[in-house]
């Protein structure tokens, strides 16, 4: 037929991961951001800022959710049941944060702080869960035949509670950009402050990874370390030092914009060096997505109505991005 | 937890977390086709009681809507933490069946919801109820691909079995499979009527309360013809939508009545009360009415159907349940065609609006529609026990392998957390039920103090009105 549906399911299915983890990312770091930010006006600024978009970003997550069925019936299968505790905690967290959102405004003062509070718990249980997640997958299931044969606490590992504290400052990192470029005066002063010993920490988190995976996983090392890999995917780790010193550089004078987009660059080399890592497996270490992915009468079916609905939920995305750009003022506009 | 099997706590799980989500959806579905009647008849007739009812549901519909965002979330993920074996072999059907439905959603919403909800002011008339038609479209398109999946399940076709897992062969006999349009029917008729008995205890509640405008009286009639006319259809669908049930799940409706065996040459009974007991094999304290059954279920006199011990004991659905929850859904049916005639004979005595044991009747009917929906759904997904998908895979294989403990403790936290999300989320529905329709005069009303405010269904109601928590175990702070 000439399509080959497992790659173009792969590239969608991973490019919504990314938009994902790129836009509930930052917002999710905000309420990481709260115990930081004690001002009742301030916090009101911060949610705010990711008012008008946040709900739109987890689409990404649900829809990740079916088109996995859909496509690779086997991975979703796996790869959930697997993480079954992790992702409990992450749907937990994420319900109790996204309805604090809308309730902190509508509450009474009495109880208000109840709300704030679960938007906090809520976005550092939904983003260490995930990041936990991500480090159990790096490190493989247990698989036999079509179905997981693993524990139940198979993901709990040294690393992925390191990978699940590195989300958290990945997000961190993410949220205290996007306000920088969102906010003004003494409030984006205090966070650039913060941004640059966010950035060293997320960098070392990212070296800490980048030694530790190859160092247990053999296979990893070889796709790296082997000739002429190494000098295909060396533009990977030069960048991350570029963007680091480059972001440590514009957050010293007056900036805007750049260090979030330069916050986004980094997560983007830190995903393509994972997918370097793992490519062409879905089920890590060892089913590729040819051998997880579902029969063509299932991808080609659902490929339709995703490539004619995918474009508009862009269009949406890019739209409500543009008519809530500029600076949002603390007490401005919002209920 | 109590001695249950790990099985049995993931089909509580399940059953539990969407038993929760299928009351939001049910709503969403009968306000939006609402909505689009209320903004037709405001643009037809100019009677401003129209539009002012619309935007009072609007800020209802809001809520629900993100009620029903928020439960969802979990529905897309739990297929492959709690019945990942049934979603290696048969998500080649499911997946893409619930993405269709996902992908539908987003696009409503990207579409369509946004200026329903904030455009009042910013687009034309025209326009404006276009989207809420849009709306109201796509919540049945949604309804149609849960429903076609969920149906596929119950009587499956259209596929070969390849390699130990399903593929589809023919997607039109996938989607169009027999039970597929009489459960569209019922579950879509059944949101109606949901939503209609909620208006007309709304309507009922605020004129009790003194609050007779002409708003009130407005929605109060409308929902009461609604149930004349619907509960009747209702009721003939959920007949047509039975003799299905017994053609392809014979078992399920033996369960239904309670039914073991059958005599030669006997008519059926109908057992209108009773304990069926499925360890001694008989229904006890059985109330039955000669005939009935047969007439009902065979359209004739004297026909049989099959029992309950002509089926293989394993393969037996629990009949003490679905006997009963068969029974609560259609003991509201008869309640509602009671209140529909109730409600036109107190038109005809012009008395609809001052009939105090009436109004009292209809407030209690509320939630009628809802709690038939959720038992209806009981009846039909326990009564296809033990199959998940009807005569090829058994729900024991279907299900992960998590160990009782772990199922007991999320089973719990899940219970709690929704108690108290979705608990504050209906508080506050009521407390803007309670409020009720606001005359706006010329100016239409607009969110107040809405710059720049996002298109998000929540921030619809502008109003701060406070969502309390209620844990169980009292209030807390």
């Given at each position: 037929?000439?399509?080959?549906?497992?790659?173009?399911?792969?590239?969608?299915?991973?490019?919504?991961?990314?938009?994902?983890?790129?836009?509930?990312?930052?917002?999710?770091?905000?309420?990481?951001?709260?115990?930081?930010?004690?001002?009742?006006?301030?916090?009101?600024?911060?949610?705010?800022?990711?008012?008008?978009?946040?709900?739109?970003?987890?689409?990404?997550?649900?829809?990740?959710?079916?088109?996995?069925?859909?496509?690779?019936?086997?991975?979703?299968?796996?790869?959930?049941?697997?993480?079954?505790?992790?992702?409990?905690?992450?749907?937990?967290?994420?319900?109790?944060?996204?309805?604090?959102?809308?309730?902190?405004?509508?509450?009474?003062?009495?109880?208000?702080?109840?709300?704030?509070?679960?938007?906090?718990?809520?976005?550092?249980?939904?983003?260490?869960?995930?990041?936990?997640?991500?480090?159990?997958?790096?490190?493989?299931?247990?698989?036999?035949?079509?179905?997981?044969?693993?524990?139940?606490?198979?993901?709990?590992?040294?690393?992925?509670?390191?990978?699940?504290?590195?989300?958290?400052?990945?997000?961190?990192?993410?949220?205290?950009?996007?306000?920088?470029?969102?906010?003004?005066?003494?409030?984006?002063?205090?966070?650039?402050?913060?941004?640059?010993?966010?950035?060293?920490?997320?960098?070392?988190?990212?070296?800490?990874?980048?030694?530790?995976?190859?160092?247990?996983?053999?296979?990893?090392?070889?796709?790296?370390?082997?000739?002429?890999?190494?000098?295909?995917?060396?533009?990977?780790?030069?960048?991350?030092?570029?963007?680091?010193?480059?972001?440590?550089?514009?957050?010293?004078?007056?900036?805007?914009?750049?260090?979030?987009?330069?916050?986004?660059?980094?997560?983007?080399?830190?995903?393509?060096?994972?997918?370097?890592?793992?490519?062409?497996?879905?089920?890590?270490?060892?089913?590729?997505?040819?051998?997880?992915?579902?029969?063509?009468?299932?991808?080609?079916?659902?490929?339709?109505?995703?490539?004619?609905?995918?474009?508009?939920?862009?269009?949406?995305?890019?739209?409500?991005?543009?008519?809530?750009?500029?600076?949002?003022?603390?007490?401005?506009?919002?209920? | 937890?109590?001695?249950?099997?790990?099985?049995?706590?993931?089909?509580?799980?399940?059953?539990?977390?969407?038993?929760?989500?299928?009351?939001?959806?049910?709503?969403?579905?009968?306000?939006?086709?609402?909505?689009?009647?209320?903004?037709?008849?405001w643009l037809w007739k100019k009677d401003t009681t129209y539009r002012d009812l619309y935007h009072f549901w609007s800020h209802i519909f809001a809520v629900n809507f993100a009620m029903g965002v928020v439960s969802g979330i979990v529905?897309?993920?739990?297929?492959?933490?709690?019945?990942?074996?049934?979603?290696?072999?048969?998500?080649?059907?499911?997946?893409?069946?619930?993405?269709?439905?996902?992908?539908?959603?987003?696009?409503?919403?990207?579409?369509?919801?946004?200026?329903?909800?904030?455009?009042?002011?910013?687009?034309?008339?025209?326009?404006?109820?276009?989207?809420?038609?849009?709306?109201?479209?796509?919540?049945?398109?949604?309804?149609?691909?849960?429903?076609?999946?969920?149906?596929?399940?119950?009587?499956?076709?259209?596929?070969?079995?390849?390699?130990?897992?399903?593929?589809?062969?023919?997607?039109?006999?996938?989607?169009?499979?027999?039970?597929?349009?009489?459960?569209?029917?019922?579950?879509?008729?059944?949101?109606?009527?949901?939503?209609?008995?909620?208006?007309?205890?709304?309507?009922?509640?605020?004129?009790?309360?003194?609050?007779?405008?002409?708003?009130?009286?407005?929605?109060?009639?409308?929902?009461?013809?609604?149930?004349?006319?619907?509960?009747?259809?209702?009721?003939?669908?959920?007949?047509?939508?039975?003799?299905?049930?017994?053609?392809?799940?014979?078992?399920?409706?033996?369960?239904?009545?309670?039914?073991?065996?059958?005599?030669?040459?006997?008519?059926?009974?109908?057992?209108?009360?009773?304990?069926?007991?499925?360890?001694?094999?008989?229904?006890?304290?059985?109330?039955?009415?000669?005939?009935?059954?047969?007439?009902?279920?065979?359209?004739?006199?004297?026909?049989?159907?099959?029992?309950?011990?002509?089926?293989?004991?394993?393969?037996?659905?629990?009949?003490?349940?679905?006997?009963?929850?068969?029974?609560?859904?259609?003991?509201?049916?008869?309640?509602?065609?009671?209140?529909?005639?109730?409600?036109?004979?107190?038109?005809?005595?012009?008395?609809?609006?001052?009939?105090?044991?009436?109004?009292?009747?209809?407030?209690?009917?509320?939630?009628?529609?809802?709690?038939?929906?959720?038992?209806?759904?009981?009846?039909?997904?326990?009564?296809?026990?033990?199959?998940?998908?009807?005569?090829?895979?058994?729900?024991?294989?279907?299900?992960?392998?998590?160990?009782?403990?772990?199922?007991?403790?999320?089973?719990?936290?899940?219970?709690?957390?929704?108690?108290?999300?979705?608990?504050?989320?209906?508080?506050?529905?009521?407390?803007?039920?309670?409020?009720?329709?606001?005359?706006?005069?010329?100016?239409?009303?607009?969110?107040?103090?809405?710059?720049?405010?996002?298109?998000?269904?929540?921030?619809?109601?502008?109003?701060?009105?406070?969502?309390?928590?209620?844990?169980?175990?009292?209030?807390?702070?």
């Amino acid at each position: 037929m000439g399509i080959d549906l497992p790659v173009i399911w792969a590239v969608i299915i991973g490019f919504g991961l990314m938009m994902y983890v790129v836009m509930d990312g930052f917002d999710l770091g905000i309420g990481i951001l709260f115990p930081f930010i004690r001002d009742r006006g301030d916090r009101d600024t911060l949610v705010n800022t990711v008012a008008p978009v946040w709900d739109g970003n987890e689409t990404w997550l649900v829809l990740g959710g079916a088109t996995l069925m859909a496509a690779f019936p086997l991975a979703y299968s796996v790869l959930l049941s697997a993480l079954y505790i992790p992702i409990f905690f992450m749907l937990a967290g994420l319900i109790w944060r996204g309805v604090a959102f809308e309730f902190r405004f509508k509450a009474d003062e009495a109880h208000r702080p109840f709300w704030d509070k679960a938007f906090a718990w809520g976005s550092y249980i939904a983003t260490f869960s995930q990041g936990v997640a991500l480090g159990a997958f790096i490190n493989g299931f247990k698989v036999t035949g079509a179905s997981y044969d693993g524990g139940s606490f198979d993901w709990l590992s040294p690393f992925s509670l390191f990978t699940g504290v590195g989300l958290i400052v990945a997000y961190a990192l993410l949220g205290c950009t996007w306000l920088i470029m969102k906010t003004e005066g003494e409030l984006q002063h205090r966070l650039k402050a913060l941004a640059p010993r966010v950035t060293l920490v997320l960098v070392a988190a990212i070296v800490i990874v980048s030694v530790w995976t190859p160092l247990t996983h053999p296979s990893i090392a070889t796709r790296w370390f082997s000739f002429p890999n190494i000098i295909i995917f060396s533009p990977v780790p030069v960048l991350v030092v570029a963007t680091t010193w480059v972001m440590m550089r514009v957050l010293r004078n007056e900036t805007h914009a750049s260090p979030f987009l330069l916050a986004l660059l980094l997560l983007f080399l830190g995903y393509t060096g994972l997918a370097i890592s793992l490519w062409p497996n879905i089920i890590p270490p060892a089913i590729s997505i040819r051998e997880a992915a579902g029969p063509p009468e299932s991808m080609g079916f659902t490929l339709v109505g995703a490539l004619f609905v995918i474009p508009f939920i862009l269009a949406y995305t890019a739209m409500s991005y543009y008519v809530f750009r500029g600076k949002v003022r603390a007490g401005e506009g919002y209920h | 937890m109590f001695g249950l099997t790990a099985l049995e706590l993931a089909r509580i799980q399940f059953g539990f977390t969407i038993s929760a989500h299928i009351i939001f959806p049910a709503i969403t579905i009968g306000l939006a086709s609402y909505l689009a009647v209320l903004e037709a008849l405001w643009l037809w007739k100019k009677d401003t009681t129209y539009r002012d009812l619309y935007h009072f549901w609007s800020h209802i519909f809001a809520v629900n809507f993100a009620m029903g965002v928020v439960s969802g979330i979990v529905m897309a993920y739990q297929f492959g933490t709690n019945w990942s074996h049934y979603s290696a072999f048969a998500g080649t059907i499911t997946g893409p069946l619930l993405s269709y439905e996902v992908l539908t959603a987003f696009f409503l919403e990207a579409g369509f919801l946004g200026v329903m909800l904030f455009g009042w002011s910013k687009v034309g008339p025209g326009l404006h109820f276009f989207a809420t038609v849009m709306v109201a479209i796509g919540t049945l398109i949604s309804a149609t691909w849960i429903l076609a999946s969920n149906s596929w399940m119950q009587t499956p076709q259209g596929f070969e079995i390849i390699n130990g897992r399903v593929v589809p062969v023919d997607w039109l006999k996938v989607i169009f499979n027999p039970s597929f349009p009489y459960r569209l029917a019922h579950m879509t008729v059944a949101a109606y009527l949901a939503v209609a008995l909620f208006v007309g205890a709304s309507g009922a509640w605020h004129l009790l309360k003194r609050r007779d405008t002409p708003a009130v009286r407005r929605m109060l009639s409308m929902a009461m013809w609604m149930v004349l006319i619907v509960t009747p259809m209702q009721i003939a669908i959920g007949d047509q939508h039975g003799l299905v049930d017994l053609k392809y799940q014979p078992a399920k409706i033996a369960a239904v009545e309670g039914h073991w065996e059958n005599q030669p040459g006997e008519s059926l009974p109908l057992i209108l009360f009773g304990l069926p007991d499925m360890n001694a094999e008989t229904t006890r304290y059985a109330v039955q009415v000669p005939h009935l059954g047969s007439l009902v279920l065979t359209h004739s006199w004297n026909g049989q159907i099959p029992g309950l011990k002509d089926f293989a004991p394993q393969d037996r659905p629990n009949s003490t349940i679905v006997f009963w929850t068969f029974r609560i859904m259609v003991g509201l049916g008869f309640l509602m065609l009671l209140l529909g005639l109730w409600g036109a004979w107190a038109r005809w005595r012009h008395e609809l609006y001052r009939s105090k044991l009436f109004l009292r009747f209809a407030v209690l009917m509320g939630p009628a529609g809802l709690i038939a929906i959720v038992a209806g759904w009981l009846t039909t997904e326990i009564g296809r026990q033990p199959w998940v998908v009807y005569g090829v895979m058994r729900t024991k294989d279907a299900a992960s392998n998590h160990s009782a403990l772990e199922l007991s403790i999320t089973l719990i936290v899940f219970i709690v957390m929704y108690m108290a999300v979705f608990g504050t989320g209906i508080r506050y529905m009521l407390k803007l039920v309670a409020k009720g329709p606001q005359p706006q005069g010329e100016h239409p009303p607009e969110p107040e103090g809405q710059s720049g405010r996002p298109a998000r269904p929540l921030s619809a109601v502008p109003d701060r009105i406070d969502p309390a928590i209620d844990l169980p175990g009292g209030r807390r702070r």
